[in-house]
């Protein structure tokens, strides 16, 4: 028994140096931030171990709490929120004023050197309007990732702490599915692990069973016959766009305690992890 457990923490430590130096993309939603202990713990082990990782934050709840105070009702379609002009300007201070600042506070009082950002700021996110689906607003695409400022940032050893705001061209900021962006993000920097959490268990079959692993052609299959519905379809989505550039895809289950560390190195995966073709 005691060997068997040695052998666990040789295998974990063994899999954390082969991360060394490596980028690591995380997505955390704002469900999930609750749990910051933990999760603030495993992105300072990563840090530790020369990991190079990389946060984007999502707070649609968070959002959606100040429309309802301020007597707007959130309105969605296929899982993106509409944004008029009114809408924008309260992600921006909801998303950039508050959940990124409470962020960066947290990792920063374990001593990782946190910095928040939009995609606004040095253009680290260039963005052109959404066009599908039609009626969207201020909702944007990420067309262009700005690589330079990352490997800055990494040099430097900083761990970027982004929210999901993008701005065009002309300078007008547009919102975007933090989904979405982390996973345009993993894929401009081919990180090596792309780890989107969430507070659900996986992506799920019909019956409620977690599905552990998927290649990008059955997680397709799945959105096309409605398994896969609602809000998972831009999480998945995001992780067959990171695919392009990423080895391996992950949705974990951020409810769980030290989700990040026990998806990268254990053999007891607490989620939904997706391949660009089968093993």
């Given at each position: 028994?005691?060997?068997?457990?040695?052998?666990?923490?040789?295998?974990?430590l063994?899999?954390?140096?082969?991360?060394a130096?490596?980028v690591v993309?995380?997505?955390?939603?704002?469900?999930?931030?609750?749990h910051?202990?933990?999760?603030?713990?495993?992105?300072?082990?990563?840090?530790?171990?020369?990991?190079?990782p990389?946060?984007?934050?999502?707070?649609?709840?968070a959002?959606?709490?100040?429309e309802k105070?301020?007597?707007?009702?959130?309105?969605?379609?296929?899982?993106l929120r509409v944004?008029?002009?009114?809408?924008?300007?309260?992600?921006?201070?909801?998303?950039?004023?508050?959940?990124?600042?409470?962020?960066?506070?947290?990792?920063?009082a374990?001593?990782?050197?946190?910095i928040g950002?939009?995609?606004?700021d040095?253009?680290?996110l260039?963005?052109?309007?959404?066009k599908?689906?039609?009626g969207?607003?201020?909702?944007?695409?990420?067309e262009k990732?700005?690589?330079?400022?990352?490997?800055?940032?990494?040099e430097?050893?900083?761990v970027?702490?982004?929210?999901?705001?993008?701005?065009?061209?002309?300078?007008q900021?547009?919102n975007?599915?933090a989904?979405t962006?982390?996973?345009?993000?993993?894929?401009?920097?081919?990180a090596?692990h792309f780890?989107?959490?969430?507070?659900?268990?996986?992506?799920?079959?019909?019956e409620?069973?977690?599905?552990?692993?998927?290649?990008?052609?059955?997680?397709r299959?799945l959105?096309?016959?409605?398994?896969?519905?609602?809000?998972?379809?831009p999480?998945?989505?995001?992780?067959?766009d990171?695919?392009?550039?990423?080895?391996?895809?992950?949705?974990v289950?951020g409810r769980?305690p030290?989700?990040?560390l026990?998806?990268?190195?254990?053999l007891e995966?607490?989620?939904?992890?997706f391949?660009?073709?089968g093993?």
């Open positions: 028994m005691m060997e068997t457990a040695f052998q666990e923490v040789v295998d974990c063994y899999a954390l140096r082969e991360l130096d490596e993309v995380i997505k955390v939603g704002g469900n999930v931030l609750p910051h202990e933990a999760f603030c713990e495993d992105i300072e082990s990563l840090v530790y171990a020369s990991v190079l990389v946060i984007v934050h999502g707070g649609g709840k959002v959606t709490e100040w105070t301020l007597g707007r009702e959130a309105s969605f379609v296929q899982g944004t008029d002009a009114d809408a924008l300007e309260l992600v921006q201070m909801v998303l950039a004023g508050k959940v990124n600042s409470d962020l960066v506070a947290m990792l920063n374990r001593t990782i050197k946190a950002l939009t995609g606004a040095g253009e680290l260039l963005a052109k309007p959404r599908k689906p039609a969207l607003g201020f909702v944007g695409e990420v990732v700005n690589i330079s400022t990352f490997v800055t940032l990494g430097g050893g900083f970027p702490v982004i929210a999901p705001l993008g701005v065009t061209e002309t300078g900021l547009l975007i599915n989904d962006v982390a996973g345009d993000i993993a894929r401009a920097l081919s090596r780890l989107l959490l969430t507070d659900v268990p996986g992506v799920q079959d019909k409620g069973m977690v599905l552990p692993e998927l290649t990008a052609a059955q997680a299959q959105i096309r016959n409605g398994t896969i519905s609602g809000g998972m379809i999480k998945v989505t995001a992780c067959l990171a695919l392009e550039g990423v080895p391996t895809a992950h949705i289950d769980e030290h989700a990040i026990r998806q990268l190195l254990t995966p607490v989620g939904t992890q391949f660009a073709r093993r």
